[in-house]
């Protein structure tokens, strides 16, 4: 009846409320780490962030594809192939979390895996943005930036995603942070391999035009695909 629609009304303003009023809490104790090679990351971080990835942004069974390369990108499939205390994960892979303090413990929230590609050749000399995920409202795009200034810093200029379309918030979050759709053929002069399968849009983000990255109005949290 009409009473049960407008309490229905009501509950969904205070949830929309708690979500707000947590989010800005969790921004306030957010802190940001990396980007560190995995090869030379702590263990205990990268299983925690590969967890996140897995049960948060990739947890369908048609996600299957996409948990595997994560854990290939991380270092476990080389880890069990290779045996104890050899890690075969790629030099050129470097991953960047954040976190928030909980009763003296960091728990993360949000995490990025990021190629980077150090040519003389300024086509391929570049970033690739793997996969990047969040569940604290704001932490994607904190990631991001973090990826920003540690690229600049190396003297790229440029960051390819491929924006994963079976994703509701992938698309808005890239427009957003200001990549625009590029050709494939453009992609491929980067010397970035093109996608297998899914349906991916192409994008890149020039770095020097955006300093500095905006948060999706509604995303509470923000889960984008770039599997490059």
């Known amino acids: 009846g009409e009473g049960g629609e407008a309490s229905h009304r009501s509950s969904a303003c ?16 957010r802190e940001l780490h990396g980007f560190v090679k995995v090869r030379s990351c702590d263990l205990r971080i990268v299983e925690a962030a590969r967890r996140l990835f ?26 069990r192939r290779s045996g104890r205390g050899k890690c075969l994960v790629k030099g050129t892979t470097y991953l960047s979390w954040a976190t928030i303090a909980q009763d003296g413990s960091g728990r993360i929230v949000g995490a990025a895996i ?16 793997e996969f990047i995920v969040s569940k604290s409202r704001g932490a994607g795009a904190e990631l991001l930036g973090r990826a920003r200034e540690f690229l600049l ?36 002069q980067a010397g970035l391999m093109m996608y297998g399968e899914g349906d991916v849009l192409y994008t890149a983000l020039d770095l020097h035009e955006n300093p500095s990255i905006a948060t999706p109005a509604d995303a509470v949290g923000d889960v984008i695909r770039g599997d490059g």
């Not at 990021?114 to 943005?129: E, M």
């Open 14 to 29: 205070t949830a929309a409320a708690a979500v707000t009023s947590r989010s800005r809490h969790e921004r306030c104790r």
């Open 54 to 79: 897995h049960r948060h942004g990739w947890p369908r069974p048609t996600d299957k594809a996409s948990r595997r390369y994560i854990s290939e990108l991380l270092g476990f499939r080389h880890r």
């Open 153 to 188: 810093g190396l003297g790229v200029s440029r960051l390819f995603s491929g924006a994963d379309l079976s994703r509701p918030l992938a698309m808005k979050a890239h427009c957003s942070w200001g990549f625009r759709a590029v050709r494939r053929d453009e992609w491929a």
């Open 114 to 129: 990021l190629s980077v590609y150090l040519y003389r050749d300024a086509r391929r000399r570049c970033g690739c943005l």
